[in-house]
């Protein structure tokens, strides 16, 4: 009987020879789940770039919901740090604007809302870049841009005004209180990227939010019974050259608002604008017969930065 051979083993594979394949295979497939995440990413880039139709201000949207406080200081710090949304919303605003994409723009309070937001973004920029630089130090600095790219092309701030005035018509005096430059001296921003369809109602809370501020506007009473109002130098720049430094409200009972201005056409719609807003003491005399204060306060041009609460009395925490 033939003694059987012993059967031979099957020979291991050589781990030296199937590592470079497990390698390239997982390499492969770190490639593949790469490229769909880079997609995935670009097409959310894609996403917030490129308009939708209508035009919405949603980037604009998270910046402000992120760093602005409910008294409206911002935090400069955080978004000079982490600026990418921000910069996304600028990148869309240099490719779009009524001008270049007016199908974009279905009515009159779309494009005023993106004339705004646009205003506001701009300021920022500025603000952004010179921070933490104090008035002191950047009267020492270059000068700023002039010019920026909005809907491909090159628009000053000037410029950007007065297409804000071509539609301003519906709420002329609430505009006042919509643009900052984000100084102790101007208007706190608003919380919220302003929209067409809620316009009306944004800037109506745009008034709210800045009567509160006492920098900017204070009512007092200058004789017994008599309502005087304090103002920033903001309102200087407002109202023209031509306002005095301290002007006079003249008699509240004569104008139909609540007062007038000298030499002031809009005197008489702001002060109607301003009453709703002033103390409900103030009100109540708001008409007696004298003669009302208007004194602009000296400039502040400090920014108005959120800081950490506690670091300064009164001070609101910023949203999540």
Same mark, same amino acid.
């Given at each position: 009987m033939q003694a059987s051979s012993p059967q031979k083993k099957p020979e291991s594979p050589n781990p030296r020879q199937k590592l470079?394949?497990?390698?390239?295979?997982?390499?492969?497939?770190?490639?593949?789940?790469?490229?769909?995440?880079?997609?995935a990413f670009s097409a959310q880039v894609v996403n917030d770039v490129l308009a939708t139709q209508p035009f919405n201000h949603h980037i604009w949207n998270e910046v402000l919901q992120?760093?602005?406080?409910?008294?409206?200081s911002f935090d400069f710090a955080?978004?000079?740090?982490?600026?990418?949304?921000?910069?996304?919303?600028?990148l869309q605003l240099s490719q779009y604007s009524p001008e270049n994409h007016p199908e974009y723009f279905p009515n009159p309070d779309d494009i005023l809302a993106y004339w705004i937001n646009a205003y506001n973004a701009l300021t920022l920029r500025q603000a952004l870049n010179d921070y933490p630089a104090s008035p002191e130090q950047l009267s020492?600095?270059?000068?700023?841009?002039?010019?920026?790219?909005?809907g491909g092309q090159l628009i000053s701030l000037a410029e950007i005004t007065e297409r804000i005035q071509d539609y301003a018509t519906r709420f002329p005096t609430y505009l006042k209180f919509a643009l900052t430059d984000y100084t102790v001296?101007?208007?706190?921003?608003?919380?919220?990227?302003?929209?067409?369809?809620h316009l009306k109602a944004q800037l109506e809370q745009t008034v709210g939010v %800045?009567?509160? !501020?006492?920098?900017?506007? #204070?009512?007092?009473?200058?004789? $017994?019974?008599?309502?005087?109002?304090?103002?920033?130098?903001?309102?200087?720049?407002?109202?023209?050259?031509?306002?005095p430094n301290n002007a006079e409200l003249l008699d509240a009972s004569v104008a139909p608002n609540g007062g007038s201005w000298a030499g002031d056409p809009q005197a008489e719609a702001l002060a109607g604008l301003l009453k709703p807003y002033a103390p409900p003491e103030m009100? %109540?005399?708001? !008409?007696?017969?004298?003669? #009302?204060?208007?004194?602009?306060? $000296?400039?502040?041009?400090?920014?108005?930065?959120?800081k950490e609460p506690g670091t300064e009395e009164g001070e609101a925490p910023l949203a999540n």
């Open positions: 470079p394949w497990k390698a390239l295979l997982i390499l492969i497939l770190l490639w593949i789940l790469g490229f769909y995440l880079s997609q992120r760093r602005v406080a409910p008294d409206g955080g978004l000079k740090a982490s600026p990418g949304r921000f910069n996304a919303y600028l020492e600095l270059p000068p700023r841009p002039t010019d920026y790219l909005i001296d101007s208007p706190p921003i608003y919380q919220h990227a302003y929209e067409g369809m %800045a009567s509160k !501020n006492e920098h900017l506007l #204070h009512f007092y009473e200058s004789e $017994p019974q008599c309502v005087s109002i304090e103002l920033s130098s903001f309102w200087k720049k407002q109202l023209g050259t031509g306002t009100q %109540a005399i708001w !008409n007696f017969p004298c003669t #009302h204060q208007v004194k602009v306060i $000296p400039a502040d041009s400090k920014l108005r930065e959120y």
